[in-house]
C-alpha cells in the first residue's frame, strides 16, 4: 500500500472542491467565502466533547455587572492548555466552592475584551497563629456562547504557585467570608480584604 502524502491529499481534495480545514472538509467556494477560514487552520485543536457542559452556575459581582458565570466542564492537557474545572481542578487544584467565593467577592477587574479577574485571599492558621496568606485568582470570560450562556471561568490559582495550590486552601470548603475575630485556631478561612500578616 503506498502512503499518500499530505500535499498530493490536498491537491487531491482542491480537485474534487474540497479543503481541509481543522479536519473538516468544506467546499473550496465555503472556505474562500469564509472571512474567518485562514484563522481556522492556525487555531488550536478544539475542546473535545462535553467541554462545553455547564457544571454550575456561580454567583458573580463581574467586572461589567454580570450577576453569574458558567462554570464548565472543560478539559485540560498539560502543561497549559485548557479551561474550566478540568483546568483549574488538574493543574492547580482548587475545588468549586473556593472558585465561587472568588468571584462572588467585590474584587473584579476588567482585562481585554471580554475577559475578568476577581481575587480573594485564603488564610491558613495552625495553633491561633497566621502561617501563610495566598492571594487567589479567577479568571472568567463573559461572552456568550451558542448556548447563550457566557464562556464562564477560564481558569483559578494560588498567586506565586505555578502549579497545584497548597491542600490547605480547600479546606475552607464552606468558603465563607467571617471575622477574623470569629477564625479557628487551626485551619482555613477565606476572605475579601487581605488580612493582617500574623
Known amino acids: 500500500m503506498h502512503r499518500l502524502h499530505a500535499g ?12 481541509i480545514v481543522l479536519g473538516f472538509l468544506l467546499s473550496t467556494s465555503s472556505a474562500a467565502a469564509s472571512p474567518t477560514a485562514a484563522s481556522l487552520v492556525a ?15 456561580l454567583p458573580c459581582k463581574c467586572y461589567n455587572g454580570q450577576k453569574a458565570i458558567a462554570y ?23 475545588y468549586k466552592k473556593v472558585v465561587a467565593f472568588i468571584v462572588k467577592a467585590p ?4 482585562g481585554t475584551g471580554t ?16 502561617v501563610q496568606i495566598l492571594k487567589i485568582f479567577a479568571k472568567y470570560d463573559t461572552r456568550h456562547l451558542r448556548d447563550n450562556r ?19 486552601v480547600n479546606q475552607a470548603i464552606n468558603a465563607q467570608a ?19 500578616a500574623g
Open 8 to 19: 498530493r491529499l490536498t491537491r487531491l481534495l482542491a480537485a474534487a472542491g474540497t479543503a
Open 43 to 57: 487555531a488550536p485543536a478544539a475542546a473535545p466533547p462535553g467541554a462545553y457542559r455547564i457544571i454550575a452556575t
Open 72 to 94: 464548565r466542564a472543560g478539559y485540560y492537557i498539560p502543561p497549559s492548555t485548557g479551561f474550566g474545572r478540568a483546568k483549574v481542578l488538574l493543574k492547580h487544584n482548587m
Open 107 to 110: 474584587n473584579h477587574t476588567h
Open 115 to 130: 475577559g475578568g479577574l476577581a481575587h480573594a485571599w485564603a488564610v491558613h492558621i495552625v495553633d491561633g497563629e497566621v
Open 150 to 168: 457566557s464562556f464562564g471561568i477560564v481558569t483559578a490559582w494560588c498567586d506565586g504557585i505555578q502549579g497545584k495550590c497548597p491542600q490547605w
Open 178 to 196: 467571617i471575622s477574623q475575630a470569629l477564625w479557628p485556631a487551626n485551619g482555613t478561612e477565606l476572605t475579601y480584604a487581605p488580612p493582617p
